[in-house]
């Protein structure tokens, strides 16, 4: 079956810092890689996607690159701002299943 | 891209009572899905409710227990029945994006706390 994981939080950052969340997956057939973020209060948002390997989804300053050698989907921003607190999923689905398989979430927090 | 309206946004609830969720979607779509956020935990899937047809449920959770209804293209409801402290969570309804199985949008969730 399908599965993500994900590296555990809390991450507890200065603002400016660099962010890495790690995300490794298995799955049954060639997937689609998302990274979704919950901030405080909110919905689920869709942060950036890849449909490909070597293909890199960005967004807000967010990248990940869809790496199929290493089955990995990792999520980096090279400043982050007290705006970008928030719990970060990483996710997968494959074609044939159109079902979204979560990792456990991140709790990112950036301090002014 | 698709706007998802999910309500009750919260409830509060007496044990062994029933809740019925709704979400009603701004476009037609194949197919919606039911998850779930316990506490601290991350998403897992209920249920996928397609049109015309039974919500297929994953592992772990059954019709009686959260029954779901489908009646039309552009809208679900689900029910948590016999509510016990352990449903306490967020249940997130979900769809496809229109023309991009790809891409699915969340409703902002109704956070169920069950006394």
């Known amino acids: 079956g399908n599965s993500v994981t994900q590296m555990e939080g809390p991450v507890t950052l200065s603002e400016e810092a660099f962010l890495t969340i790690n995300c490794t997956y298995t799955?049954?057939?060639?997937?689609?890689l998302f990274w979704y973020v919950q901030y405080p209060g909110e919905g689920l948002q869709l942060l950036l996607k890849?449909?490909?390997?070597?293909d890199k989804g960005s967004n807000k300053g967010f990248e990940a690159t869809y790496r199929k050698e290493t089955t990995s989907f990792h999520l980096e921003k090279g400043s982050v701002q007290v705006s970008d607190s928030a719990v970060y999923f990483c996710?997968?689905?494959?074609?044939?299943?159109?079902?979204?398989?979560f990792g456990a979430g991140t709790t990112v927090t950036v301090r002014a | 891209s698709a706007v998802i309206s999910q309500k009750p946004s919260r409830d509060i609830c007496q044990r062994g009572t029933s809740l019925t969720i709704q979400c009603q979607v701004d476009?037609?779509?194949?197919?919606m899905f039911w998850y779930r956020q316990q506490p601290g935990q991350s998403l897992t899937l209920i249920a996928t409710?397609?049109?015309?047809?039974?919500?297929?449920?994953e592992s772990g959770f059954v019709i009686d227990k959260f029954p779901i209804s489908r009646p039309n293209l552009t809208f679900s409801t689900l029910t948590v029945s016999n509510m016990s402290p352990e449903d306490s969570s967020i249940y997130l309804c979900?769809?496809?994006?229109?023309?991009?199985?790809?891409?699915?949008?969340f409703g902002s969730g109704t956070q169920l706390s069950v006394l």
């Open positions: 979900s769809v496809e994006g229109s023309g991009d199985n790809e891409k699915l949008f």
């Open positions: 799955a049954t057939g060639y997937p689609s």
């Open positions: 890849a449909t490909k390997a070597d």
């Open positions: 996710a997968l689905v494959t074609f044939n299943d159109y079902k979204l398989s």
């Open positions: 476009s037609q779509v194949t197919m």
């Open positions: 409710a397609n049109q015309g047809s039974e919500a297929t449920y």
